[in-house]
């Protein structure tokens, strides 16, 4: 197949290949996800849908919605990037119930802080920060999220089973222009990767996004 797009291909190509010599029951075992051995696939959550993946073909289909072809994991091979990376390296350690800033990810949040910040916190600031009553309604659309008493407005979501996001907002006046945070469980830095975080970030931007069209 000729690769056109080497951006979002090229690495899907690769995860793609090393998921075929992946340990099925290690892989559940290590992430506290569930294998059906007889079918061959793995069940998780992702912003509070219930998802299968095949297993060793990987293919991603959602269980509790209609595809309507907008489904970004379905649809969407920086996600389907992300969910392999996560089945092939991640590991499920439980959240002390504490959340922290991406400048607080140990080691490398430092070195990831600008593309974090432009691509997720100027995008989530610029994309809703004079439309929170838009913002709400997409919130109230994710299966599972929570309102939250923080800032002029926020909400928790889970991203993956177990492991937890918040979007906080800040109104904007006439002295002062809206800010946003993003804030991860405190578990993230043992499951992810920083690059990774930052996936994390935009992707559910996105699904907000789309949810508020």
Known sequence: MEIENHKEEVPFAYYLEKYKSLDPQEAAQRLNILY???????????????????YPEFA???LDEEDDGKNLLMHHLPAQ????RYLLEGQFIKSSGKFITFREVPTYGELYLQPFTGRCIKRLTYGFGY????FE??????PGAVKIH???????????????????????????????QILYSDNFPYGFHAEDMVVAGDLSITIVKNLSL
């Open 137 to 142: 309604r997409a919130m109230e659309r994710i």
């Open 36 to 54: 059906d051995a007889e079918n061959q696939k793995f069940r998780f959550r992702f912003m509070g849908h219930e998802y299968e993946a095949d």
């Open 60 to 62: 991603v289909r959602v």
């Open 150 to 180: 923080a800032a002029d407005t926020a909400y928790e979501f889970e991203l993956v089973n177990g492991y937890y996001m918040r979007f906080l907002f800040w109104a904007g006046d006439e002295e002062f222009p809206p800010s946003a």
């Open 131 to 134: 439309k929170l009553d838009v």
């Open 81 to 84: 990037t992300f969910i392999l």
